[in-house]
């Protein structure tokens, strides 16, 4: 029994830390929100009127299309300046790069965090780490030039 104490220990922590590090991602993504996002946009999305936009189920309609996720990494890896029109309101405010230093795991993993939290009833692909990555390398001067036109 003396010899197999250090194997159960051994087992006993292997196994936690699995459990511990499956639940990592889902509660960086929320500390990496209220850090990055949640400042200006509030814990519950829904935004500072005239300067930050809320964040809603449009996030979920870009997410279906290709140009508008592709704005959706820029627009958090690169920032934003100039005026905007969101569900008919001006906004006139900054968006620094908050999540420009983020690896592209973490990146998706917050981007798909926000997208459930604020369009849950949008079906959406979840953003890969691989995604991210390719979308980081395409080059852009200001990220409102990719904002998808069809919808504010």
């Given at each position: 029994?003396?010899?197999?104490?250090?194997?159960?220990?051994?087992?006993?922590i292997?196994?936690a830390?699995?459990?511990?590090?499956a639940t990592?991602?889902a509660?960086?993504?929320?500390?990496?929100?209220?850090?990055?996002?949640?400042?200006?946009?509030?814990?519950d999305g829904?935004?500072i009127?005239?300067?930050?936009?809320?964040?809603?189920?449009?996030l979920?309609?870009w997410?279906?299309?290709e140009?508008?996720?592709?704005?959706?990494?820029k627009?958090v890896?690169?920032?934003?300046s100039?005026t905007?029109?969101?569900?008919?309101?001006?906004?006139?405010?900054?968006?620094?790069?908050?999540?420009?230093?983020l690896?592209?795991?973490?990146?998706a993993?917050?981007?798909n965090?926000?997208?459930?939290?604020f369009?849950?009833?949008?079906?959406?692909?979840?953003?890969?780490?691989?995604?991210?990555?390719?979308?980081r390398?395409?080059?852009?001067?200001?990220?409102?030039?990719?904002?998808p036109?069809?919808?504010?």
């Amino acid at each position: 029994m003396r010899r197999l104490l250090p194997l159960i220990l051994f087992t006993q922590i292997v196994v936690a830390s699995c459990i511990a590090g499956a639940t990592e991602p889902a509660i960086a993504a929320k500390g990496d929100y209220q850090k990055l996002c949640g400042v200006c946009h509030l814990p519950d999305g829904k935004g500072i009127p005239g300067v930050f936009p809320p964040l809603n189920e449009r996030l979920g309609h870009w997410a279906n299309k290709e140009d508008g996720r592709t704005y959706l990494v820029k627009i958090v890896t690169q920032g934003m300046s100039g005026t905007i029109i969101v569900d008919g309101q001006q906004f006139s405010g900054y968006m620094p790069a908050v999540a420009m230093q983020l690896d592209p795991a973490p990146l998706a993993v917050l981007l798909n965090d926000v997208l459930l939290k604020f369009a849950p009833e949008i079906d959406v692909e979840p953003y890969t780490a691989r995604e991210i990555q390719r979308i980081r390398s395409i080059v852009v001067r200001n990220a409102k030039d990719l904002r998808p036109q069809a919808s504010s």
